[in-house]
């Protein structure tokens, strides 16, 4: 008689710590989903602004937004306080499955967009925006401009290529307040601003911008670089089954107030087409500078 009522009050034991250790799960499970729901990963608002734990993160959203919709009938069954559900053994289990599986389809389908954007933040920080290498005074330069606008910078001349195939080389100048444009045979200019070029930089990122470079050996005197980041793999498929196109995003283009034009498109101010005229070529006429200056090193 005894050992029957150690045996049933050994079982009551052991069946009230299973339901207090049910209950202690199922309480960490709801709290851990209102962090998830409170507190999520990403935020998914305009691309500028979207974040990963302060981490610019390059994704339209769409692989987010649907896990999160696919969570959300098992969040809000673990935010219940039923006691019929804190009882039930399958519920922290199949919770965690779900939250586990939907942390494995994040990493399985935008890995690629973690890895672009930590690399992007490398390169927007350390080789993003302008970079002068060295200085040099002209009296012109090979390019395609405005001879009015760069005449104001107290430069003389600009050559470029003829308006079409065949066409002789063209030098711009200003003579009396006038626009004059002369044909010339063959380019005289040594150094020659590009006003805009894009390489590819790997997975997803262009390397764009501006620059001048020297024609004689080839060597770049300064550059304006801009990265350009495309979107991930999961992003391109259903940006795919959608009319329009969507733009990449860029980072090294946000110019200082004093030095930049507002785009209304961008909602910043960028750098404007001629930023590298006047800060790495010099006119003779205005020159503080030595013929040639070296200014940081390139890498």
Same mark, same amino acid.
């Given at each position: 008689?005894?050992?029957?009522?150690?045996?049933?009050?050994?079982?009551?034991?052991?069946?009230?710590?299973?339901?207090?250790?049910?209950?202690?799960?199922? =309480? =960490?499970?709801?709290?851990?989903?209102?962090?998830?729901?409170?507190?999520?990963?990403?935020?998914?608002?305009?691309?500028?602004?979207?974040? *990963? +734990? #302060?981490?610019?993160?390059?994704?339209?959203?769409?692989?987010?937004? +649907?896990?999160?919709?696919?969570?959300?009938?098992?969040?809000?069954?673990? *935010? *219940?306080?039923?006691?019929?559900?804190?009882?039930?053994?399958?519920?922290?289990?199949?919770? =965690?499955?779900?939250?586990?599986?939907?942390?494995?389809?994040?990493?399985?389908?935008?890995?690629?967009?973690?890895?672009?954007?930590?690399?992007?933040?490398?390169?927007?920080?350390?080789?993003?925006?302008?970079?002068?290498?060295?200085?040099?005074?002209?009296?012109? +330069?090979? #390019?395609?401009?405005?001879?009015?606008?760069?005449?104001?910078? #107290? +430069?003389?001349?600009?050559?470029?290529?003829?308006?079409?195939?065949?066409?002789?080389?063209?030098?711009?100048?200003?003579?009396?307040?006038?626009?004059?444009?002369?044909?010339?045979?063959?380019?005289?200019?040594?150094?020659?601003?590009?006003?805009?070029?894009?390489?590819?930089?790997?997975?997803?990122?262009?390397?764009?911008?501006?620059?001048?470079?020297?024609?004689?050996?080839?060597?770049?005197?300064?550059?304006?670089?801009?990265?350009?980041? =495309?979107?991930?793999?999961?992003?391109?498929?259903?940006?795919?089954?959608?009319?329009?196109?969507?733009?990449?995003?860029?980072?090294?283009?946000?110019?200082?107030?004093?030095?930049?034009?507002?785009?209304?498109?961008?909602?910043?101010?960028?750098?404007?087409?001629?930023?590298?005229?006047?800060?790495? *070529?010099?006119?003779?006429?205005?020159?503080?500078?030595?013929?040639?200056?070296?200014?940081?090193?390139?890498?």
């Amino acid at each position: 008689m005894r050992g029957s009522a150690f045996r049933d009050g050994r079982h009551a034991i052991v069946a009230s710590d299973g339901h207090a250790r049910r209950r202690r799960r199922v =309480r =960490r499970l709801q709290i851990l989903s209102t962090l998830l729901s409170l507190v999520p990963l990403a935020t998914f608002a305009a691309p500028p602004a979207r974040t *990963l +734990f #302060g981490l610019p993160y390059y994704s339209h959203g769409a692989i987010e937004n +649907f896990a999160q919709l696919l969570a959300l009938p098992f969040l809000c069954i673990a *935010l *219940l306080r039923h006691r019929r559900l804190e009882g039930w053994p399958y519920l922290g289990r199949v919770a =965690r499955t779900t939250l586990l599986l939907l942390l494995v389809w994040e990493l399985a389908w935008n890995a690629d967009v973690l890895f672009t954007s930590l690399r992007v933040a490398y390169l927007c920080k350390v080789h993003g925006g302008p970079h002068v290498y060295r200085t040099v005074e002209v009296e012109g +330069f090979k #390019g395609r401009f405005d001879i009015e606008s760069i005449a104001r910078k #107290g +430069f003389q001349y600009v050559e470029t290529y003829g308006a079409y195939p065949g066409a002789k080389d063209v030098r711009l100048s200003m003579h009396d307040g006038q626009a004059i444009s002369e044909p010339i045979e063959g380019l005289t200019s040594r150094y020659e601003y590009v006003r805009s070029y894009r390489t590819s930089a790997g997975y997803a990122i262009e390397k764009s911008g501006q620059k001048v470079i020297d024609r004689k050996d080839g060597s770049i005197l300064g550059e304006l670089v801009v990265w350009m980041i =495309r979107p991930g793999l999961f992003d391109r498929l259903w940006l795919s089954l959608v009319p329009g196109r969507a733009s990449p995003w860029t980072c090294g283009d946000v110019a200082p107030i004093r030095e930049g034009r507002y785009d209304s498109l961008l909602g910043y101010r960028v750098y404007p087409s001629d930023y590298l005229a006047g800060l790495v *070529l010099k006119p003779k006429s205005n020159a503080k500078f030595s013929s040639s200056t070296n200014i940081e090193s390139q890498p």
